[in-house]
């Protein structure tokens, strides 16, 4: 629920779309930045999960703007949504309707399921978003919608429907709370309605200017090469996507950019690729990936070896440690000796360790030199690669909590991730140490067999 830094202008609006909701940080942001670049949003998800709140708190934002709310059904008929036939100028032989408080004198909509509506409805619904014109008898006329808001329940599956669901640039799965989010939930006190701050609004000739600057920003290299990559992501699915959508995507990516008073797109402002680019629900996930592993650096780095090399050094030590004396050597037969006659009295007990400790596997100053020189070259490489990795995590964190729109929750996914990463090779790091030093004070003999021992060795796969 945190909103965006401080320094962010639209911090306000967007603290105000999420008081009092759950885990809905992306769903804002994505209606946020929609209804600035004047495109159109589709919430995915079971009823209940605040879809038709957020459309109307996101009309609350724009002060004197229209708003036009309906529940879609298969009985719906057009005068519901674009207003009743005029009887006057039917008198006149002509065909138009009172659109006067309808969704074509809008500038906010919400619909409900809006993919039941018959087909007399969706296709003056098409006409109506893409080109922002509207049929009334013999004029077409200009609407001032700025941001239709869709829900339904799922995405269409009907061939018929994919031309109106292909008008929505944005689509964001919205699900129910989480288990972590429940206990919260249920104890939260619901959100009352209040007033509006001013700053929290949005006026016209703001976001107006804010297009027209959005306008002049260029797209950076990397964040070409990353268009690029997408593409060629893109085009391997069922699902290729449409010129007119990238075209789409590359100007909401400017008025995000512009938002920030940024003279360029950023990679950190990708984070809406799988919003844009997902076909469906199902594909958001591996697009946030594709985002995550690119931009964030949270791909996993191949550290299974690693791992592998200081079990190895750990299980070498063990083996070591529980080696037998030389077969020369009768210690341990004398620390049996010693076991069975020993008895409560203290200066036995002496013998008992004495004894012991001599019967111990001994080992020359150069192996133990040698077992510690190893241990220090992989002690080198993880020390390395762990200051490597804090210096990336600390460069991530920074640039993620400075982008204003990078929603709370994938930032802190972010995060975590980096300091996971680090987390493992401080603890590898710490095992490892100890295995040197326990070579470093294995038992110390002249007579032991003064060669290097054999490399510790292990599978990197």
């Known amino acids: 629920m945190s909103a965006s830094p401080s320094g962010s202008l639209w911090a306000p609006a967007l603290a105000e779309l999420e008081r009092g909701l759950l885990q809905r940080d992306v769903a804002a942001r994505v209606l946020l930045l929609a209804a600035i670049a004047g495109e159109h949003v589709l919430l995915l998800g079971p009823p209940g999960t605040a879809k038709s709140e957020l459309a109307r708190r996101l009309q609350r934002l724009l002060p004197g703007a229209r708003y036009f709310e309906?529940?879609?059904?298969?009985?719906?008929?057009?005068?519901?949504?674009?207003?009743?036939?005029?009887?006057?100028?039917?008198?006149?032989?002509?065909?138009?309707?009172?659109?006067?408080?309808?969704?074509?004198?809008?500038?906010?909509?919400?619909?409900?399921?809006?993919?039941?509506?018959?087909?007399?409805?969706?296709?003056?619904?098409?006409?109506?978003?893409?080109?922002?014109?509207?049929?009334?008898?013999?004029?077409?006329?200009?609407v001032p919608l700025r941001c239709l808001v869709g829900a339904s329940n799922e995405q269409p599956q009907d061939d018929s429907l994919l031309a109106f669901y292909d008008r929505f640039l944005l689509r964001v799965p919205v699900l129910p709370v989480?288990?972590?989010?429940?206990?919260?939930?249920?104890?939260?006190?619901?959100?009352?309605?209040?007033?509006?701050?001013?700053?929290?609004q949005l006026a016209p000739q703001q976001l107006q200017a804010l297009r027209e600057q959005a306008a002049t920003v260029a797209l950076s290299e990397p964040v070409l090469s990353h268009l690029m990559a997408a593409r060629q992501q893109a085009s391997q699915s069922d699902h290729p996507v449409?010129?007119?959508?990238?075209?789409?995507?590359?100007?909401?990516?400017?008025?995000?950019?512009?938002?920030?008073?940024?003279?360029?797109?950023?990679p950190w402002d990708l984070w809406l690729l799988p919003f844009v680019l997902a076909s469906g629900p199902a594909e958001v996930p591996a697009w946030r990936e594709w985002f995550l592993h690119r931009v964030a650096r949270t791909e996993p780095l191949p550290l299974d070896g690693l791992e592998r090399a200081v079990q190895a050094f750990e299980q070498q030590l063990d083996m070591e440690r529980?080696?037998?004396?030389?077969?020369?050597?009768?210690?341990?037969?004398?620390?049996?000796?010693?076991?069975?006659?020993?008895?409560?009295?203290?200066?036995?007990?002496?013998?008992?360790?004495i004894t012991s400790q001599r019967a111990e596997r001994h080992f020359s100053r150069i192996h133990i030199t040698a077992r510690v020189a190893q241990c220090d070259?992989?002690?080198?490489?993880?020390?390395?690669?762990?200051?490597?990795?804090?210096?990336?995590?600390?460069?991530?964190?920074?640039?993620?909590?400075?982008?204003?729109?990078?929603?709370?929750?994938?930032?802190?996914?972010?995060?975590d991730e980096h300091t996971a990463r680090c987390d493992r090779l401080r603890s590898w790091l710490q095992r490892l140490h100890i295995a040197r030093d326990g070579f470093a004070q294995l038992p110390v003999s002249a007579e032991a067999p003064s060669s290097d021992p054999a490399p510790v060795t292990w599978s990197a796969h």
Request: net charge negative.
């Open 70 to 142: 309906r529940l879609l059904t298969r009985f719906t008929v057009p005068e519901e949504l674009f207003g009743p036939l005029s009887l006057r100028a039917l008198e006149e032989d002509r065909y138009e309707r009172l659109t006067d408080g309808y969704l074509p004198a809008a500038e906010v909509v919400f619909l409900d399921e809006v993919f039941k509506a018959n087909s007399a409805i969706l296709n003056t619904l098409l006409g109506l978003l893409h080109e922002r014109q509207f049929d009334n008898g013999s004029q077409r006329l200009a």
């Open 242 to 266: 449409s010129d007119r959508r990238w075209r789409q995507l590359v100007a909401l990516l400017q008025v995000q950019a512009a938002s920030q008073q940024a003279e360029r797109v950023q």
């Open 322 to 353: 529980r080696a037998p004396a030389d077969v020369q050597d009768d210690s341990a037969g004398k620390l049996a000796l010693a076991r069975a006659i020993a008895g409560p009295d203290a200066a036995r007990d002496d013998m008992v360790r």
């Open 178 to 200: 989480d288990d972590a989010h429940f206990s919260q939930l249920l104890t939260d006190p619901p959100a009352s309605l209040v007033d509006v701050p001013p700053a929290a």
């Open 377 to 415: 070259a992989l002690l080198q490489q993880l020390e390395t690669l762990h200051n490597d990795t804090q210096t990336l995590a600390r460069q991530i964190a920074t640039e993620a909590r400075a982008h204003a729109w990078l929603p709370p929750s994938w930032r802190d996914t972010i995060c």
